[in-house]
């Protein structure tokens, strides 16, 4: 455009040839030919590269805890539970020796430690537990110890005979059977509740002692201890749980199962022994009938296989099917389309039906029927 000026100013003379040469290549820029840009072609997209799974890192391998030191490991927990019960055994060990070794001196400092033990166990029980669970154990064994020193220097003393030791011996094991019955309690242990257990089999042995009975006899004892030890088993039951009272059922229950044993044997000798009176028959007629008690109540408290009428999966005849004829033919009494009029039990009264559900055991198939209920 300004060339083209400069051209139409030459033409009119406005200016003459070489200045407007001169003006020609100061302005020649607007002149030159542009160079046309290349067509760009858009870029070709990347391939897209997944990325290889990084390799999964191995867990460091977990550091050694350092090494207990000397004064660390002697210090430490465990090391003072050990020395803590091995200096149980020691005054235990010592108290034996001593009880043995020094008559004159042996009764007072027995009765003396035996009191201290008794005391502190019970005063630091909840600052220190397992402290006071150990020195009660002392205090357990010194227990015995002192018990049967005492009873050595009073035979000595009065000069008595075996009756009275087992009278004082028969004080001495119920003692023992409250205060480990408290240490169950305490110290929620049920290596007492066992032990409480044992003391009162062996308070109930002794009585047979007192009046020198025969051997029926100290089985009925024995089995009035088993029966004991069981209604024990319920209470911890309810106080914690099954679990706590296991070992004081099953201890109960070997009881009571070595107990109708003995009385078999038992009975067998006196069948063929004339001199003995039927009289102490009658014991051991007391022993089995405590024992039908201990094991309806000990199926009650834990069922098991020896009563499986007492569960659901036994298939007897409930309300609704009759009883066989010939029971109720032994009986004296009609058969019925239900229980209404059968019970295997003369004192028994008879089911009738009630709209208000209520657990009873049908007299018949030993099974609950809710539709019945006890006449009352």
């Not at 465990?78 to 235990?92: D, E, W």
């Not at 035979?155 to 003692?175: C, I, K, L, Q, S």
């Not at 007492?310 to 019925?336: H, N, Q």
Request: hydrophobic share 50%.
């Amino acid at each position: 455009m300004i060339l083209g000026e400069i051209d139409a100013w030459v033409k009119s003379n406005l200016i003459n040839n070489q200045t407007g040469e001169v003006l020609r290549r100061r302005y020649d820029f607007d002149i030159a030919p542009q160079p046309k840009a290349a067509p760009q072609t858009p870029p070709k997209p990347a391939p897209i590269q997944t990325a290889a799974p990084a390799p999964k890192a191995t867990p460091a391998p977990a550091p050694m805890p350092p090494r207990l030191t000397l004064l660390q490991t002697l210090t430490s927990e465990a090391s003072i539970k050990i020395y803590l019960y091995l200096g149980a055994f020691f005054v235990i060990a010592a108290a034996a020796i001593l009880g043995a070794v020094v008559p004159e001196l042996r009764v007072p400092i027995l009765i003396l430690g035996t009191f201290i033990f008794g005391g502190l166990a019970v005063l630091i029980k909840k600052r220190l537990p397992q402290p006071s669970f150990a020195l009660f154990i002392v205090f357990s064994f010194l227990l015995t110890i002192t018990a049967n020193s005492l009873e050595q220097s009073l035979r000595v003393t009065f000069d008595y005979g075996e009756p009275v030791t087992a009278g004082y011996w028969v004080v001495v094991f119920f003692m023992m059977t409250v205060i480990w019955s408290g240490g169950t309690r305490l110290y929620e242990s049920r290596l007492f509740s066992i032990t409480a257990f044992g003391s009162l089999a062996l308070a109930m042995y002794r009585i047979g002692d007192v009046f020198d009975a025969q051997g029926e006899f100290y089985i009925l004892m024995e089995g009035i201890a088993a029966l004991a030890g069981l209604a024990g088993a319920s209470l911890l039951t309810r106080w914690r749980d099954e679990k706590f009272s296991l070992p004081l059922f099953l201890a109960a229950q070997a009881l009571q199962i070595l107990l109708l044993a003995f009385s078999i044997s038992i009975f067998g000798i006196n069948v063929v022994d004339p001199s003995d009176l039927s009289l102490w028959h009658l014991a051991g007629f007391l022993v089995w009938g405590l024992a039908s008690v201990f094991f309806v109540f000990s199926n009650g408290l834990r069922p098991f296989f020896a009563f499986p009428g007492s569960r659901r999966e036994r298939s007897s005849p409930c309300p609704g099917s009759s009883p066989p004829l010939s029971i109720s033919k032994a009986l004296g009494r009609p058969s019925s389309s239900s229980c209404g009029g059968f019970s295997l039990l003369p004192s028994a009264k008879p089911c009738i039906e009630s709209n208000a559900p209520k657990s009873s055991a049908c007299p018949y198939c030993w099974r609950p029927c809710p539709a019945w209920r006890w006449r009352s």
